[in-house]
């Protein structure tokens, strides 16, 4: 559903600025089209890629689409016990190899990240005064949802664990060769990571309703179908 919804603003409302003081999560961080780009490219295409990219390769969303799309496996032990156990598992072969590629997004999805709570913070200074409404408050709850689900990644535990493939390699207690502090920091982090990593499943959730409805929210306000509610 988030894959159309987005591919509807991608083809359908390229242009979501509008000179608003709110801007949607969806037009985030804001690029101009090069002039030698086909016709058909839009300004969000060039930057929705990041966050879809890096939701469809999310190994949360892999366990669910894999089970539910594909059986593989059949996430429901009645029908498991009508078909025959796969000899091998396959499910990262073929097309979905590119599922490996999960960490590059999410050093690109950083970077949207960063441009999100810049955009946030703005949305508090409209024409340079500081000032609270509605919509801001949306933003900003939007955005630590999104900054929750990005930073319980588990390919960010596995970067700031020190890309190492084994848990006790980030033991945290100093080698012969030194980097004690390095090795408890490593540590440190990778612990925190890892709290917030048990409900990566509930901020992949949460943070997906909030683009939505930070997207819909601005939207109406554009349409003038409502006006953004001024707190302070
Ligand atoms: S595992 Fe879900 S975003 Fe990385």
Redesign the pocket.
């Known amino acids: 559903m988030f894959g159309l919804y987005s591919m509807i603003i991608v083809f359908f409302f390229p242009n979501g600025e509008g000179g608003q003081a709110l801007l949607s999560p969806f037009y985030s961080p804001q690029v101009g089209l090069p002039g030698w780009m086909p016709g058909f490219v839009t300004a969000p295409m060039l930057v929705l890629w990041i966050p879809l990219g890096?939701r469809a390769t999310?190994?949360?969303?892999r366990k669910a689409y894999y089970r539910s799309f594909f059986w593989d496996p059949p996430n429901c032990s009645e029908t498991a016990q009508q078909h025959e156990p796969r000899k091998q598992y396959n499910g990262e072969t073929a097309l979905f190899v590119l599922n490996n590629i999960?960490r590059y997004f999410?050093y690109a999805s950083i970077i949207v990240v960063a441009f999100l709570w810049y955009e946030a913070a703005l949305a508090f200074f409209p024409g340079g005064a500081f000032g609270i409404t509605v919509g801001t408050i949306i933003l900003l709850v939007n955005i630590v949802l999104v900054s929750a689900?990005?930073f319980s990644?588990?390919?960010?535990r596995h970067l700031v664990g020190g890309n190492k493939d084994c848990n006790s390699c980030v033991n945290g207690r100093p080698s012969s060769n030194g980097g004690g502090a390095i090795k408890r920091l490593r540590r440190k982090t990778y612990n925190g990571v890892s709290k917030i990593n048990k409900t990566?499943a509930n901020w992949?959730w949460y943070s997906l309703f909030s683009l939505l409805i930070a997207d819909i929210y601005i939207r109406l306000i554009q349409a003038g179908i409502i006006t953004d509610f001024q707190i302070l």
């Open positions: 890096f999310c190994y949360y969303y999960h999410l689900y990005t990644c588990h390919s960010f990566h992949a």
